[in-house]
């Protein structure tokens, strides 16, 4: 039977008690106590909903069409996935969580993901709880929300796996990396509906997740049409998936390649 390495150094096999110590590790390092930050984790969520709401305001006395509860959804649910993928990318693969003992994939990746994931899963109870108490949203908008959020979080953190190592050896990457994602906040539907789109801008933004997501959130939340066939939506984040997967998959080898234990 082939072993792997992570096996060799973990001293136990994948299981449900490697997964309970990943999902506290990732719990604790989202409220960190020495933080000097005296809100703490609440500012997850106020970061998202104080910049919409400066985007409403401007977009308000500027005459733009675009309406605050839009920016809002747009807002929140690309800082899921733009921080997902951001901290998926600057991950240190050879950090060890436990002192003089190599820590196994299992634990070390369970403690990301469910880092992400919590905090995904709060700015999308957040963002749907003002959307339908201030601009009365289907209370639907709730769990639905929650889920794109969560899911566009583990999937930008797979992706941003796959460029890991390269960020890593080439610290300038992740510096180009920050500018890609600050200008894909203008670039992409989050200011803005898909349909003020045209052109080649409007055909490259059909095969971006968070567009297929954040126009479904909105149409749920305004009962407008959805822009896109079902079928094509599921085959595009399907693929989107896929990718995400490969860099889940790599991060056994790349810890392996990055930690001195090796």
Known sequence: MKISADSRFSGESFGWRQFKIGFSIGARNLVKPTSILRLGVIWVILDPLILAAIYSFLFSITGRSSTAGSIVIGVMTLRAFNSAFRNGYSMNLS???FPLKHTSTMIFMTSAISTEFLTALMIGISGSSVLVVIFGAPIMLL?????????????????????????????????????????????????????????????????????????????????????????????????????????????????????SWS
């Open 95 to 97: 950090n060890e969580p």
């Open 143 to 259: 769990p639905t929300m929650a889920i794109f959020c969560c899911s566009l979080s583990l999937m930008g953190v797979g992706l941003g796996m796959i460029l890991c190592p390269y960020v890593s050896r080439i610290g300038d990457l992740g510096k180009l990396l920050g500018y890609v994602l600050f200008l894909s906040f203008f670039l992409q539907p989050c200011l803005y509906e898909f349909n003020s789109t045209s052109g080649i801008h409007r055909e490259v933004l059909s095969y971006i997740p968070f567009t297929l997501s954040v126009e479904y959130l909105r149409s749920l939340t305004y009962g407008t049409e959805y822009p896109f066939e079902p079928i094509f939506a599921f085959s595009v984040l399907s693929v989107w998936a896929f990718f995400s997967l490969i860099g889940y998959l790599s991060a056994d080898k790349e810890r392996w390649r990055a930690t």
